[in-house]
């Protein structure tokens, strides 16, 4: 497969691209600065330089176009202020979503955030980035051509990951490490039977070929 991942110099799409290069997948990651692009090299990802807060959709399309799957992994990060989670947390994931559409790629995996929501209340940073990580996955929900799966972790962690993993559509609030997560968006891409569902993950007992094998059975 070929996937395109936005978000490409983010700590879980790295390990996503190290996963999926070395299964055999053909992988791009998109990236905002240059120099971040030996890191995706090292990956085994190939470095596409184009700033989702200021590309067009067809300029994104061009980059998807051909792919078979896309991943938004992409955010803002700490530090930054409630403009920055409405321009990327949002209007870069609405940007990616609507290029996938127009590029003709169904299969779409969201990383988004437990307790997203766009009726999210609270003034600070957090709060906004809740919200604005719930209106994209609103948006997403709502349009037509997309096989999409949102994937919404638990408190993100740099443990060794454990390959198990709890994988449901509530699972309640719990620490997941970085590793699992991109383990797990691997599975789902694979997985097109779990197009249409909002899915929480967190640390659990399940292997992660079982958990995502049981949530697309329901």
Do not use: C
Request: glycine letters at 12%.
């Amino acid at each position: 497969m070929r996937i395109v991942i936005a978000g490409g110099h983010g700590q879980i799409a790295l390990r996503l691209e190290r996963l999926l290069a070395a299964r055999g997948d053909e992988v791009a990651g998109i990236i905002r600065r240059p120099e971040q692009g030996d890191d995706l090299r090292e990956a085994g990802a190939e470095p596409v330089v184009l700033d989702l807060e200021s590309a067009s959709v067809e300029e994104v399309a061009e980059v998807l176009r051909g792919a078979d799957a896309a991943v938004f992994a992409a955010g803002a990060g700490p530090g930054s202020g409630a403009a920055r989670k409405e321009t990327v947390d949002k209007g870069a994931a609405v940007l990616f979503a609507d290029a996938a559409v127009r590029a003709g790629v169904r299969r779409h995996v969201v990383v988004s955030s437990m307790g997203a929501d766009p009726a999210h209340q609270g003034d600070d940073i957090f709060d906004a980035y809740q919200r604005a990580k719930g209106e994209a996955d609103a948006y997403v929900r709502g349009l037509d051509g997309l096989d999409w799966t949102i994937l919404r972790p638990g408190m993100l962690t740099n443990d060794a990951g454990t390959g198990l993993v709890r994988l449901e559509a509530h699972t309640g609030r719990g620490p997941v490490p970085r590793d699992d997560v991109a383990a797990v968006i691997a599975e789902l891409l694979d997985t097109v039977a779990t197009a249409g569902l909002t899915l929480e993950l967190i640390s659990g007992s399940a292997p992660v070929s079982v958990a995502v094998k049981s949530v697309a059975g329901n």
